[in-house]
Nanobody, 126 residues
């Protein structure tokens, strides 16, 4: 399984970025996908998740209303649209695959993921 994340970069506060994560080597449409982030000195934290079918999405309170997760099962790709970015959003962002096929719950934690991308750096300047 390979996950290739892209789209990170440097942006001013209030700006937008769109992250992409292309997956290969797995039945993509059978698994939920999630984004996590990790800032220096801080544990990796949940950002957003989307169910295997794409009909359910979940967000951390800190990003709800500003970030949107989506997926295109035909392209084996998950996206994270990030708007109204803040300096505290600065982190390395990781996409991950949920280990539970056809999961219909709302809990997505680091331990629930079994494959991780290498991460893409997002830096928001004030």
């Amino acid at each position: 399984v390979q996950l290739q994340a892209s789209g990170g970069g440097l942006v001013q506060a209030g700006g937008s970025l769109r992250l992409s994560c292309a997956a290969s080597g797995l039945p993509f449409s059978s698994y939920g996908m999630a984004w996590f982030r990790q800032a220096p000195g801080i544990e990796r934290e949940f950002v957003a998740a989307i169910s295997w079918s794409g009909d359910s999405t979940y967000y951390a309170a800190s990003v709800k209303g500003r970030f949107t997760i989506s997926r295109d099962n035909a392209k084996n790709t998950v996206y994270l649209q990030m708007n109204s970015l803040k300096p505290e959003d600065t982190a390395v962002y990781y996409c991950a695959v949920d280990r539970r096929p056809y999961y219909r719950g709302s809990t997505y934690t680091v331990r629930d993921m079994n494959y991780w991308g290498k991460g893409t750096l997002v830096t928001v300047s004030s």
